[in-house]
C-alpha cells in the first residue's frame, strides 16, 4: 500500500514537472516571438548623402506597404531574369570548362560566347524598355483585370520622392504621389518606417479610387 502510495505520488510530481517545463516553455516562445517582433520594427539607419542607399530603402518600404495591403507580388520578369542569368552562366560554365583543346575548341567557344552575349543581351533589354523605373508588378485583385505596376523616381540632389501607381496594362492611367523625403529622414539617417508606409497606402488606395493624374 505505501508503495502504491508513493509511485502514485510520483506521478502526480512527475506531471507537475512536465506540465511547469511546457509553460516555461511556452512563455520562453512567446517571448522570443515577441522579441522577434519588436526586433524586425527596429529603427533603421542609412547615410542620407547616398541617394542610391536612400532610394533602396524607400523602394523596399513601398513594396512592403503594397503586399501589406493584401497584393501579392507577381514575380514573372525576375523569373525570367534569373533563367536567363542561369543561361548565360551554363554557357560560360561550358566554354571554361570543357575537355577540348584549343584550337579544336574554337567553334564551340564561339557558340558559347555568341550564346552568352545573346542571353545577356535580352536580359539588358528587359531592364531598360521593360521594367524601366518599375519596382514591383502585383497579381491581380478582387474584381480587377489587372494588377499594380508601382513605379518610382528619386532624382539626384532632390528631396522628392515620385510613387507612380498604374495598372500592369499598356497605356494604363497613372496616380502620382510626391513623398517629401525629409519627413521620413532625420538629420542622423533614423527612417521612419512606419509613417512612410502609411503614406504609401493612401498612395494606393487614392489610385485604386480612380483618382488620376
Not at 72 to 97: G, R
Request: negative net charge; glycine residues 4%.
Amino acid at each position: 500500500k505505501f508503495q502504491g502510495t508513493h509511485s502514485s505520488e510520483a506521478s502526480v510530481e512527475n506531471m507537475a514537472k512536465k506540465k511547469a517545463s511546457a509553460l516555461a516553455a511556452e512563455k520562453d516562445d512567446t517571448a522570443n516571438a515577441d522579441a522577434d517582433e519588436v526586433d524586425e520594427r527596429q529603427p533603421f539607419q542609412c547615410e542620407i548623402g547616398d541617394f542610391v542607399k536612400v532610394k533602396q530603402t524607400l523602394d523596399e518600404a513601398v513594396v512592403k506597404a503594397v503586399q501589406d495591403l493584401d497584393y501579392n507580388e507577381n514575380y514573372y520578369w525576375d523569373n525570367v531574369k534569373l533563367l536567363l542569368m542561369v543561361i548565360a552562366c551554363a554557357f560560360a560554365m561550358v566554354a571554361q570548362f570543357f575537355p577540348m583543346e584549343f584550337p579544336g575548341s574554337r567553334p564551340l567557344l564561339g557558340v558559347c560566347c555568341a550564346a552568352y552575349f545573346v542571353a545577356s543581351s535580352v536580359l539588358q533589354l528587359i531592364v531598360t524598355y521593360i521594367e524601366q523605373d518599375c519596382i514591383m508588378t502585383t497579381e491581380a485583385k478582387g474584381p480587377a483585370t489587372a494588377g499594380l505596376r508601382i513605379r518610382t523616381d528619386f532624382p539626384r540632389f532632390s528631396y522628392d520622392f515620385q510613387l507612380i501607381v498604374q495598372r500592369n496594362l499598356p497605356e494604363s492611367p497613372t496616380s502620382t504621389t510626391i513623398l517629401k523625403v525629409f519627413k521620413y529622414f532625420t538629420e542622423d539617417g533614423w527612417f521612419d518606417e512606419d509613417s512612410f508606409e502609411e503614406d504609401v497606402a493612401k498612395a494606393v488606395r487614392k489610385f485604386e479610387s480612380e483618382k488620376y493624374d
